[in-house]
């Protein structure tokens, strides 16, 4: 059985589904078998799979990772038969916290939780923590749009420590290859190479010791 990783933020624009894609295709890439799933009405993970389909079919491709939707209360049971046979299954979830997270949660080993560099998503973190530790579920915090050396970064650092929370000691850097490359169906991997690269095999290396260690 594989690996399930959910990705959840309260509040939009943290990067989310950024970093679920960039995660499947790092997984990918380092010889997993992956299947991404997503339960967000708004479906940008299921607009970029459908981008990334159309640009391979052009070059004669076959799909390297599987896709899936689903309705939020119907996620547990999709995601149950991804796992039978995937290494790695990756939930990209709606931008809020209720009940309709929980199916989500439930079925995850890790729950991965994108902030990006503002108090605002350090609040919004809170009830996602709060869901977590009710399902007994153990989480990471990932720093996106990560600005290293400014002031605000230095007080959001502060503001992380006195949290009771996992830090991904990677992070993503708010850099402009993450939204081109998303935007014509690929990751940041895929682009050139450059400093991102270093950043997703980082984080990817980080992600799969924790999951080798549950």
Known sequence: MGHVITVAQQKGGAGKTTLAINLAVAFTRAGKSVALVDIDPQGSAGRWFMTRL??????????????????????????KKLAARHDIVIIDTPPKADGDLRPAMRT????????????????????????????KKPTMMVLTRARPGTRLAAEIAEKIAEMDATVAEATMAN???????????KAALEAPKGPAHAEMT????????VLDRL
Do not use: C, K, N
Not at 202 to 209: H, P, S
């Open 108 to 135: 995850a080993d890790l729950v991965l939780i994108p902030v990006a560099t503002s108090h605002v998503d350090l609040w919004a973190v809170e009830v996602v923590l709060y869901m977590a530790e009710r399902e």
């Open 54 to 79: 159309e640009a391979m079919g052009e070059d004669g491709g076959e799909p390297d990772i599987e896709f899936s939707t689903a309705s939020a209360w119907g996620a547990s049971y999709e995601v």
């Open 202 to 209: 980082a984080l990817r290396a980080e992600i799969q010791e």
């Open 175 to 185: 850099r402009v290859v993450y939204a081109d490359t998303m935007g014509h169906g």
